[in-house]
T-cell receptor, first 112, second 112 residues
Framework: DTEVTQTPKHLVMGMTNKKSLKCEQH?????MYWYKQKAKKPPELMFV???????INESVPSRFSPECPNSSLLNLHLHALQPEDSALYLC???????????FGDGTRLSIL | EDKVVQSPLSLVVHEGDTVTLNCSYE??????LLWYKQEKKAPTFLFML????IEKKSGRLSSILDKKELFSILNITATQTGDSAVYLC????????????FGTGTRLKVLA
C-alpha cells in the first residue's frame, strides 16, 4: 500500500457517462499530479497542481477536468471519454522543489 | 526536445546475477534524475541523484550519475525474483515546473 490513496481501483464506463477519480494524500505535500499510463509505456504527465492551483496542463482534452478542492485531495472528472482513454491513471504528490514524487496505485479505467 | 532513453528495453537474468541498467538524457534544464521500480501498480521511488559521481546505495541496489556524459546507471547485485519489475528513469526539469520526463523503462525478469 502507498501513502497516496486512489479510488476507485477499477472503473468501467460508457462513452456517455460522467465519473470522477479521487486521489488523497496526508503527507503534507503541496504539489499533486495526474498521469496517464498505457500498457508497456511510461507515465505521461497530464496535470500539475501546486499549492492548490493548476500550474501545468499538458494540452489534455477538455473531457478530462481536474480539481483540487484542498491540499490533500485531487480529483479528475471524466466526461464523454473515448475508447483510447482506457489506461491506468496515476496520481502522485510531492513537496514542491527538489523532492521525489510519490505515486498511488492508480485507477485502471476501461471505456466501453 | 527533452528526451530520456533507457537501455536495454528488456532483460532476462537468473537469480544471483548482477545487472546494470542504463539511462541517458538530453534536457534543457536538468535538476535531478530519479529511479523508480514499477511492478503491477504504483512506481515506487528508489533513488534521486543530483550530483555527479556520488553513488547512492540501498541494499543490493546502487546508482550513480554522470552529469558530464549525461547518463546514469542502476546496478542490482545478487538479483532475486522479487527484483522482477519495470525500472523507470525520470529526469526532473528545473525552473519550478515539477515536471518529470520519463524514459521508456527497462523490463527486468529474474528467473529462479
Amino acid at each position: 500500500d502507498t501513502e497516496v490513496t486512489q479510488t476507485p481501483k477499477h472503473l468501467v464506463m460508457g462513452m456517455t457517462n460522467k465519473k470522477s477519480l479521487k486521489c488523497e494524500q496526508h503527507m503534507g505535500h503541496r504539489a499533486m499530479y495526474w498521469y496517464k499510463q498505457k500498457a508497456k509505456k511510461p507515465p505521461e504527465l497530464m496535470f500539475v497542481y501546486s499549492y492548490e492551483k493548476l500550474s501545468i496542463n499538458e494540452s489534455v482534452p477538455s473531457r478530462f477536468s481536474p480539481e483540487c478542492p484542498n491540499s490533500s485531495l485531487l480529483n479528475l472528472h471524466l466526461h464523454a471519454l473515448q475508447p483510447e482513454d482506457s489506461a491506468l491513471y496515476l496520481c502522485a504528490s510531492s513537496h514542491p522543489g527538489d523532492q521525489p514524487q510519490h505515486f498511488g496505485d492508480g485507477t485502471r479505467l476501461s471505456i466501453l | 526536445e527533452d528526451k530520456v532513453v533507457q537501455s536495454p528495453l528488456s532483460l532476462v537474468v537468473h537469480e544471483g546475477d548482477t545487472v546494470t541498467l542504463n539511462c541517458s538524457y538530453e534536457v534543457t534544464n536538468f535538476r535531478s534524475l530519479l529511479w523508480y521500480k514499477q511492478e503491477k501498480k504504483a512506481p515506487t521511488f528508489l533513488f534521486m541523484l543530483t550530483s555527479s559521481g556520488i553513488e547512492k546505495k540501498s541494499g543490493r541496489l546502487s546508482s550513480i550519475l554522470d552529469k558530464k556524459e549525461l547518463f546514469s546507471i542502476l546496478n542490482i547485485t545478487a538479483t532475486q525474483t522479487g527484483d522482477s519489475a519495470v525500472y523507470l528513469c525520470a529526469v526532473d526539469l528545473s525552473g519550478g515546473t515539477y515536471k518529470y520526463i520519463f524514459g521508456t523503462g527497462t523490463r527486468l525478469k529474474v528467473l529462479a
